[in-house]
């Protein structure tokens, strides 16, 4: 069973109040299951902890496309058992092109948790690392988010964004990629995206009817690409507005046939949104199944 190293735990012992601890590193390199194992630290040690999910392409805590948060509990296995808080859309699996979006849905997510009370905040990030895009992409990630520590799975293409951190301030201490950790090829990336859609869609997801003349269909802000709003392809990827967390959205599908149109998505009981925003973000779709992503 892996455990935090003894040189790490020295680390995350001598932090301020309310930590903002930020993980990095390539694909693949073991970042999520280290967030899980320092989670599960501070679980032990008394601390509210809040994981903020911004790997959009691999997402964990939230389906594809969003960055999301949520709280950990006792005994936690891995992120795919943090419960989603929150989310906010993004649009795409990749963050090219959708720097802004991802941006502002990691700082709004840490800011929702401090709000909820979290004692310790930890951000897991995609493997995009290497310049111009990931190194700006890191930088402008921990100014926005105020980070304490940047805790980086050091590969020789993470220098550039280390040596930019260290420069800008921010505390960065190296560990190696955790042991164990798996390549995984495109395809196999594809198979956990479609898995994560599943998962999102089959434990708390709900089906509603809706009906496209009272329900207003609008193109999402961080969208970089033509979206027919008024033709829309079955399995698009969209979101409502969360009744429950104002600045935040639920990630929806959407679905369609000769008789009638509807969204699946974890939405609350008796609610029918009259806004919905949509991107060029398409799933393939059989039955209620998720079959590509």
Partial sequence: MLKISAALSREL???????????????????????????QWFRENGKKVAVVDSDIG??????????SYG????????????????????????PYGRELPVLIGVQSCVRAAKNQGADVILVDTCG?????????????????IEADIVIALST?????????????GFRVKKFAPLPGAQKRSPEQRGENRVRCWNRYAGEKGRI???????????????????VDVRNLDFGTVGAVPDPHSPGFQIPCIWMKSEEKNWILGQLPEDYEPDLMWVTSYRLGVEGDMVTSA
Wanted: net charge neutral.
């Fill in 128 to 144: 995009l690392v290497r310049p111009t895009a990931g190194v700006q992409l890191k930088c402008a990630k921990a100014q926005a």
């Fill in 71 to 94: 709280f950990a509990e006792d005994g936690l296995s891995s992120l795919k058992s943090v419960l989603r808080q929150g989310s906010y859309m993004v649009g795409k699996t990749s």
């Fill in 13 to 39: 012992s001598d932090l301020p109040e309310t930590p903002v601890i930020m993980v990095i590193g390539e694909i693949d390199t073991g970042k999520s299951t280290l967030v899980a194992l320092i989670a």
């Fill in 156 to 168: 020789p293409d993470l220098t550039s964004v280390a040596n930019s951190l260290e420069s800008l």
């Fill in 58 to 67: 691999q997402s964990d805590v939230g389906p594809p496309g969003f960055v």
């Fill in 208 to 226: 509603v009817d809706v009906d496209p003349s009272r329900l207003k269909i609008v193109r999402w802000w961080g969208e970089t690409r033509h």
